[in-house]
């Protein structure tokens, strides 16, 4: 895995560890987390307001699952029949932004900052179905909910009584054992505000469940949590990995998210309500059915869950609220058989533009009709009429391939030839425009991934072009350009792990053109002024004491002299610490005998020079032959010769 690899920062192993706690209520304060640590959240821990949290590209934060759980049913006469309760000594760690605080949270495509739980690795060997293991990240913002006030319901709350918009809520999975009602949001006192900047985040295996109401709606923070954000607050370029609930949830605000890969979730890829009405594009979700099955009951999981109110549990007007109506454009669904990918319910608005589905059994999309107020009458021509779904492309998986519908009527009046009728009317086209939509996962593993861009560009006519400001005007379908690299590839957890199956393209563009220079680029078509000659510089010959193997560049800085000395071994002098022989070996001063039965032998010397006096001794008497042995032989010998004159 690269991350931090490219940005200085230490290897995750060797990072220091700093345990956060919320001091009591205190929070975190005003701070910098950097990539020299671990940060572990040992519980929920907020930044309090008027308090900013800078965390630097490459940090990493991890949070705990929390300390003496407990849970219990109580029984009701309404909606699924109980309440479930679930509490906990310790709450599972999770980093809370609330409403008046900031969070500043800039990674980069070289250097993302990773959420995940104690005990990963972050070597991209946990896998994709291990969910629920830390709380997540919530911002909460100031901006406007159609929510009434916290906890307080239709027949008893105060109403708008500020102002249409200005309800409140609670963030949801999270508790504020302190009392200060920090994670509280909405209020509509500050809709144009900024709860933070989040750019290239991964976060993953997270999402913690704390029950659900009667009406089946659950108390569980997601991954990534926007709770009435203000319009300054930036999401872009964000990755979510292996939710126990929903990967991204927007409640309310004004917030725009932007290039958000969100995929194998128990539940939702992505679902926004309460309100919202910000903007949202370049959206990919990917849902595994064998992996998505909700936390809380009941119903089924989907790549979007668009509602519009919390209408179900009785805690807002539908006579006065402010309704969803955010600008959506260039989405990618993609799902490996669910019946549909994306699901309208609770009067859900908005005008969701030039997206793709891919994978379905039945529908692109369901749209629901139970309620007066309900998915149906929002796109309705004779009622709200603020929902539109135009210009999709829309394929089944293989075993329905062509044969799915462009939606599916959900409800009890049987319209679904007009809701089919309308959105043929509106360009949504039966298609399949994906390069490749079909992936597999075994036992967590990505063992095929895919490549989610369209097979085309240039599909989407001026007429279906996007005319809000906040959406760029691109001409190709879904939330990837064809034929270049996509915004995730290099960076995330998913391309990493085998997710992304398409060919990386070399891009051509400005770069450094000095062919010399350490970052010298092939392909730049122009000089941007970027060369580097020391990153690369050292000394590049063998014979230097400096040698510096990995350096391409030499920087004149080879030297001899600190590791010169003698290196023959027979020398004097021999250094065996010395890599280069600098021809100083000796030899006469460690010379002489070094035979120890010598007359002349010297201990000291280490080089013999020849010079060994031996001494002879004398030969032993009546050896006549010198065969060492006084024999018969040596007595015939002396006979031989015995009485004969000796001549001087």
């Given amino acids: 895995m690269p991350f931090g690899s490219n940005c200085g920062c230490p290897p995750v192993a060797s990072r220091d560890t700093v345990w956060v706690t919320d001091n009591a209520g205190a929070g975190v304060g005003s701070g910098t987390w950097t990539c020299s640590n671990l940060y572990v959240l040992t519980e929920q821990v907020f930044v309090n307001p008027e308090d900013t949290l800078v965390?630097?590209?490459?940090?990493?934060?991890?949070?705990?699952?929390?300390?003496?759980?407990?849970?219990?049913?109580?029984?009701?006469?309404?909606?699924?029949?109980?309440?479930?309760?679930?509490?906990?000594?310790?709450?599972?760690?999770?980093?809370?932004?609330?409403?008046?605080?900031?969070?500043?949270?800039?990674?980069?495509?070289?250097?993302?900052?990773?959420?995940?739980?104690?005990?990963?690795?972050?070597?991209?060997?946990?896998?994709?179905?291990?969910?629920?293991?830390?709380?997540?990240?919530?911002?909460?913002?100031?901006?406007?909910?159609?929510?009434?006030?916290?906890?307080?319901?239709?027949?008893?709350?105060?109403?708008?009584?500020?102002?249409?918009?200005?309800?409140?809520?609670?963030?949801?999975?999270?508790?504020?054992?302190?009392?200060?009602?920090?994670?509280?949001?909405?209020?509509?006192?500050?809709?144009?505000?900024?709860?933070?900047?989040?750019?290239?985040?991964?976060?993953?295996?997270?999402?913690?469940?704390?029950?659900?109401t009667q009406f089946g709606n659950g108390n569980e923070t997601d991954l990534l949590q926007l709770g009435a954000c203000g319009s300054g607050t930036v999401v872009e370029h964000i990755e979510l990995i292996g939710s126990a609930d929903d990967g991204l949830h927007i409640l309310g605000g004004l917030v725009q998210v932007r290039n958000v890969l969100s995929a194998f979730h128990a539940e939702d890829a992505f679902e926004s309500d309460q309100g919202w009405q910000g903007s949202a594009q370049y959206l990919l979700g990917i849902q595994d059915t064998a992996l998505a099955h909700a936390t809380n009951p009941p119903g089924p999981s989907f790549v979007y869950d668009a509602e519009g109110d919390d209408v179900q549990d009785n805690n807002m007007d539908p006579s006065s609220e402010p309704y969803c109506l955010p600008e959506m454009a260039n989405f990618t669904f993609i799902t490996n058989g669910a019946e549909q990918a994306a699901s309208y319910h609770s009067l859900p608005g908005g005008d969701w533009l030039n997206s793709v589905v891919h994978g379905v059994s039945d529908a692109g999309i369901e749209v629901q009709h139970y309620l007066t107020c309900d998915g149906f009458n929002a796109m309705l021509p004779t009622q709200y009429a603020f929902l539109s779904v135009r210009n999709w492309r829309i394929w089944g998986d293989d075993s329905s391939q062509d044969n799915v519908l462009r939606g599916r009527y959900m409800g009890n009046y049987g319209a679904q030839s007009a809701l089919e009728g309308w959105l043929t009317d509106s360009a949504n086209v039966v298609e399949s425009v994906l390069m490749d939509g079909a992936f597999q996962v075994v036992n967590g593993q990505i063992t095929d991934g895919l490549d989610p861009r369209a097979s085309s560009g240039g599909t989407v006519s001026s007429y279906y072009l996007p005319s809000d400001p906040r959406l760029d005007s691109v001409t190709y379908h879904g939330a990837l350009e064809p034929g270049v690299n996509p915004w995730f590839a290099g960076w995330s957890y998913f391309a990493n792990s085998g997710g992304y199956s398409g060919e990386l393209v070399v891009e051509a563009g400005p770069g450094c053109m000095y062919p010399s220079a350490c970052n010298y680029d092939a392909s730049a078509i122009s000089d941007d002024g970027s060369c580097d000659f020391s990153s690369c510089a050292g000394c590049t010959y063998l014979w230097a004491c400096n040698f510096n193997p990995s350096a391409t560049l030499d920087d004149g800085s080879c030297e001899r002299e600190t590791c010169g000395g003698c290196t023959f071994v027979l020398a004097c002098n021999y250094d065996p610490s010395a890599t280069q022989d600098d021809g100083s070996c000796t030899y006469e001063e460690c010379s002489g005998c070094t035979f120890p039965g010598s007359l002349n032998y010297d201990p000291a010397a280490l080089i013999d020079d020849g010079t060994c006096d031996i001494e002879i001794s004398a030969p032993c008497a009546g050896d006549i032959n010198g065969d060492g042995v006084v024999s018969t032989l040596d007595l015939l010998d002396f006979l031989s010769v015995y009485g004969s004159s000796c001549e001087g």
């Fill in 55 to 212: 965390i630097e590209p490459g940090t990493v934060v991890l949070g705990m699952s929390g300390e003496g759980m407990s849970q219990f049913d109580v029984p009701t006469s309404v909606g699924i029949g109980s309440v479930r309760e679930v509490t906990y000594d310790t709450y599972p760690g999770a980093l809370v932004v609330s409403r008046g605080a900031y969070l500043d949270a800039q990674g980069t495509s070289d250097c993302p900052i990773q959420f995940s739980f104690v005990g990963d690795p972050l070597d991209g060997s946990v896998g994709v179905d291990v969910t629920g293991q830390w709380g997540g990240l919530v911002l909460c913002g100031g901006a406007q909910t159609n929510t009434l006030h916290l906890d307080l319901g239709f027949f008893t709350a105060p109403f708008f009584t500020t102002g249409v918009g200005t309800g409140e809520d609670r963030a949801e999975g999270i508790v504020d054992p302190s009392g200060q009602d920090r994670e509280v949001y909405g209020g509509n006192a500050d809709p144009n505000g900024s709860s933070g900047t989040l750019r290239y985040l991964s976060l993953r295996h997270g999402s913690t469940n704390l029950g659900w």
